[in-house]
């Protein structure tokens, strides 16, 4: 009998973390790209969609599609391509609040164009990143959260590729 309790007991606490959601969201994108202490700022909309497979914790990929290019000394930059994975573990909410930490890998193509005697072509950069943000659940709309956050898609000594976003997402 007492195992029958505690196995009892051991599948609805399983059960009660389990929560097996699917998301899918949106997010305007204000990228910062450091190059040798100079800064660029395109913007891109990163497309994103996730599974929940326990409470608070889920996997997550992002696509990027290019908003808009900046310039810097007569060359102009844009972010060409971005895809991310990442694992994303979010605190339990609060008054509709929570924060989440995103950890994964991701690839990015970032185009450079200019005059002739300037550097032309798609700079690759692919590697670990990283995220973190905060989320706010829309009143009596509990499936929509808001989302603030901030990534860092790639850096290294010469080249630091960071965004911050805003977006929101729907919880199916």
Excluded: C
Aim: no cysteine.
């Amino acid at each position: 009998m007492k195992s029958l309790i505690f196995s009892s007991m051991l599948a609805f606490s399983g059960a009660s973390l389990a929560a097996n959601e699917m998301y899918v969201g949106v997010d305007y994108a204000y990228n910062n790209f450091e190059i040798a202490n100079e800064k660029v700022n395109p913007n891109a909309v990163y497309v994103k969609a996730g599974y929940e497979f326990f409470e608070g914790i889920a996997l997550e990929g992002q696509v990027a599609v290019s908003g808009g290019d900046d310039d810097l000394y007569r060359m102009n930059f844009e972010l060409d391509k971005s895809y991310s994975v990442f694992g994303r573990f979010e605190s339990p909410a609060s008054y509709g609040f929570s924060a989440d930490i995103l950890l994964g890998w991701s690839w990015n193509e970032l185009a450079v164009s200019g005059p002739e005697e300037t550097y032309n072509g798609i700079d690759s950069y692919d590697g670990f990143a990283w995220g973190v943000g905060i989320n706010q659940q829309i009143p009596h709309f509990e499936d929509v959260k808001v989302r603030l956050g901030y990534q860092v898609l790639h850096s290294d000594t010469d080249f630091k590729l960071a965004n911050y976003t805003l977006g929101v997402s729907y919880i199916f």
